[in-house]
């Protein structure tokens, strides 16, 4: 139970964009997937992993880090169990491991500890 499985990492030029992927397997038949709250969260070397980008089990709210909002989006497609994120306009200080996360709750949050399964995360480099 709790799969998350990232993809779309890779090396990117300053100003360039990627779009993040993270397929969800959750619930025992992947059926009720879309009653989760997601989230993006990164982790640079040497650093605690902090917030990023998360979206409620029904796609209507929504919350950013200061350090990604006006660049970076969220979003989800239920009906293919996909959360993503499309990262535009990234600088060099974006490189880090990305990692997509899920609350048991249909409620958005940001702190860290709100979230019960986590992916393996995806690096992600932007180079100057």
């Known amino acids: 139970q709790g799969q998350l499985r990232e993809s779309g990492g890779g090396s990117v030029q300053a100003g360039g964009s990627l779009r993040l992927t993270c397929e969800a397997s959750?619930?025992?038949?992947?059926?009720?997937?879309?009653?989760?709250?997601m989230g993006w969260f990164r982790q640079g070397t040497g650093k605690e992993r902090e917030f990023v980008a998360a979206?409620?089990?029904?796609?209507?709210?929504?919350r950013y880090s200061d350090s990604v909002k006006g660049r970076f989006t969220i979003s989800r497609d239920d009906s293919k169990n996909l959360v993503f994120l499309q990262m535009d306009s990234l600088k060099p200080e974006d490189t880090d491991v990305f990692y997509c996360a899920a609350r048991n709750s249909p409620l958005v949050r940001t702190h860290i500890q709100s979230f019960d399964f986590w992916g393996q995360g995806t690096q992600v480099t932007v180079s100057s």
């Open positions: 979206i409620s089990a029904n796609g209507e709210a929504l």
């Open positions: 959750i619930h025992p038949d992947n059926r009720g997937n879309n009653r989760y709250a």
